[in-house]
């Protein structure tokens, strides 16, 4: 029983040592967790939009993208929508706060990759490793966008709740349940909804009455040279089409994996060692008695 008991501990191990690490941080080039100094975020969607598709809907979709971070009690954030914008994406130094977080269409030219759905794209501060600005880019050349839950083709609620868990510091998750998963699968809405696994990251980033990592950003700082800021780019892929089953997160843009996160899964893998462990002892206990009768 000892040997069993030895043999299920080092299989749940071995299992949850897979599971429980699931979420991501973007990070710096040296290791380091990016963040914004604080949780006080504004993001703006570029003004021109598809033109198969209402700007009422698509706005209500990444808006409630947005919505469903800022919706996380346990994480002290708060999201705010700022209009439309003719501010393209990208950082000006010398434009200091007026420098935007923007959600864009790509509609000309995407230099990512065809099965790439979008990018997000952060600029952090070398010496402090808090992100100043953020920019989320689709692609809008190589899939043809949804909104609502009619004749779903690549949706825009489930990819922008997805790209804005970069925009606040999240990389990807191994969790394939997850929102933060680099997979998207056509007409999946399941990232619309955080996973367990998102939730516990943006609360363990940006924890509520947790100690702050530094005072609030009030002006995008003001660098002294190009090579103070660093850019991290994260990229969400379609779905093979060609393969069944679950594809691997991608890698791109620098995702670490750190040892923090957990995932549901792992009660679940140790309630199967204990059944296999019931299951076995009940088996040799009547294998045991039948001999000794």
Known sequence: MKTLTAFSLTLYIAIASQTVFAYSYKTSANGATLRWASGD???????????????GDVLAAIRASFDAWQGVPSADLSIRYGGRTTQRPGYDDDSGSENQNVVYFETNDWDYGDDVLAITTTIYRKTTNEI??????????????S????????????????????????????????????????????????ASDDILAISTLYPRGGEDVGDPVTEAPKLDSPAQI?????????????????D???????????????????????LIVVAFAGIWRRSTSRRLGGEGS
């Open 41 to 55: 975020i504004t993001y703006y969607v570029y003004h021109e939009l598809p033109d198969d598709l209402d700007d």
């Open 132 to 145: 100043v600005d953020s920019d989320i880019v689709i692609n809008a050349i190589d899939f043809r966008w």
């Open 147 to 194: 909104v609502g839950d009619i004749d779903i083709q690549a949706d825009v609620q489930n990819a922008v709740t997805h790209e804005a868990g970069h925009l606040l510091g999240l990389g990807h998750s191994n969790d394939p349940s997850a929102t933060m998963y680099g997979r998207h699968a056509e007409g999946e809405t399941l990232k619309r909804t955080l």
């Open 230 to 246: 660093q850019i991290v780019k994260a990229s969400t892929r379609a779905e093979n089409p060609i393969l069944d089953g679950i």
């Open 248 to 270: 691997p997160p991608s890698s791109s843009g620098g995702c670490s994996q750190l040892p923090v996160g957990g995932r549901p899964l792992e009660a679940l893998m140790l």
